[in-house]
């Protein structure tokens, strides 16, 4: 017997969610964002799902591009940093990847570089997100030096949406945007998951989904998952290891921070913030114990959670237990612990297997 702790990812599902945003993008081609492991899933086992699917692959680390090619896909693939230093440049060239050019360091490394092979470019606008990308003015000095340099074979102007998931709303941005490009004939790709899914005017060129691609909504607070038409991908269960039957005034766990006011049964679950759970989860974040919904008590330790077994009579060592996925959205876990899917998904630790289902 091994420890019961899985995360078991569901390929269909990642296909099926693949399938409502190419339905919602209208004709515009999509990269599957498969950054940070595709979000925990596992690169190569995500981009494998979508080989047939997706128009290219958008993802950071040129290791990760390099091993795609490796692996035989040929896509385009999207470098969302763009590159580091002037000598990654050949091995770009050589495997056709597409930098996202965001800063005039990387416009003159660019021009001045001599590669075997033209490659296309992403230059990054920024709008207003201020992390990445140029402004208008330096943005008009790098799309004329690189419209005319030997390296570059082709240039789509893209930018990235700070509130697309809010209030806020992507028209400030926009505006902004076909201000600078106004005259340009550039194909365009602005639209992450949440503008995809909510604005017509982000659904041009080529769209960038990552997070609805795993089964989560890009905004819990104002839509579901399910009311998207989301599936879940990734599924992290375990199971039952111990119960114990509580008197009034015993305390759960390490700081005793959780007090039972009356007898009551808890359950200790194989899963810990070793295992990617986060620690500053508070008791009342839901579970699901023997398919029914319950919550945790106290604090999340290393290995291990107490749950609550109140109303699941039945439930006892070897009962099954789900942390997050089918039956219980990844949203609703991080709703309750003050974070994002996307953390929740991306901490995921080596030491959980992974099991494949199709
Ligand atoms: C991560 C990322 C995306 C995908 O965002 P989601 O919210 O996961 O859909 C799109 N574009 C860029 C530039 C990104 O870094």
Redesign the pocket.
């Known amino acids: 017997m091994t420890r019961p702790i899985r995360a078991t990812i569901d390929l269909s599902a990642l296909r099926g969610n693949f399938a409502v945003a190419r339905q919602r993008a209208e004709g515009a081609a999509l990269w599957a ?1 498969i ?1 940070a492991n595709a979000y925990g899933h596992g690169l190569m086992r995500a981009a494998g799902a979508l080989d047939d699917l997706a128009d290219g692959f ?1 993802l950071l680390d040129l290791e990760d591009a390099v091993a795609l090619r490796e692996a035989g896909f040929r896509q385009p693939i999207l470098l ?1 940093e763009g590159f580091f230093e002037a000598d990654e440049l050949p091995l770009l060239a050589e495997h056709r990847l597409t930098p996202v050019v965001h800063s005039l360091e990387q416009a003159d490394m660019l021009t001045s570089a001599a590669l075997p092979a033209r490659l296309p470019v992403y230059l990054k606008l920024n709008t207003g997100m201020n992390r990445l990308g140029l402004f208008a003015e330096e943005f008009h000095a790098a799309l004329t030096a690189l419209d005319t340099s030997p390296s570059v074979s082709g240039i789509t102007l893209m930018t ?1 949406f700070a509130d697309a998931d809010n209030a806020r709303g992507i028209d400030w941005q926009m505006a902004r945007f076909e201000e600078a490009v106004q005259g340009c004939d550039h194909p365009v790709s602005l639209a ?3 503008a995809l899914l909510r604005f017509a005017e982000a659904r041009r060129g080529w769209v ?5 691609l795993y089964g989560s909504s ?1 905004f819990p607070q104002d839509g579901s998952a399910e009311a998207l038409g989301l599936r879940p991908v990734m599924t992290l269960a375990s199971q039952l290891v111990a119960v114990q039957e509580l008197a009034a005034g015993e305390r759960v766990g390490y700081g005793g921070l959780f007090t039972a006011e009356r007898p009551m049964r808890i359950g200790i679950v194989a899963c810990g913030y070793a295992d990617g759970y986060p620690r500053h989860a508070p008791t009342g974040t839901p579970v699901l114990v023997e398919g029914r919904r319950t919550r945790t008590v106290g604090r999340v330790s290393m290995d291990m959670i107490m749950v609550d077994l109140e109303g699941i009579p039945d439930a006892g060592i070897g009962s099954p237990v789900v942390l997050w996925g089918e039956g219980l959205p990844v949203d609703d876990v991080a709703a309750a612990a003050g974070t994002v899917s ?1 953390e929740l998904l991306c901490a995921l630790t080596p030491r959980v297997p992974v099991v494949e289902k199709e």
Not at 208 to 212: E, L, N, Q, V
């Open positions: 964002v950054k958008a969302l990235h992450n998951s949440a960038r989904p990552g997070i609805m890009p996307y």
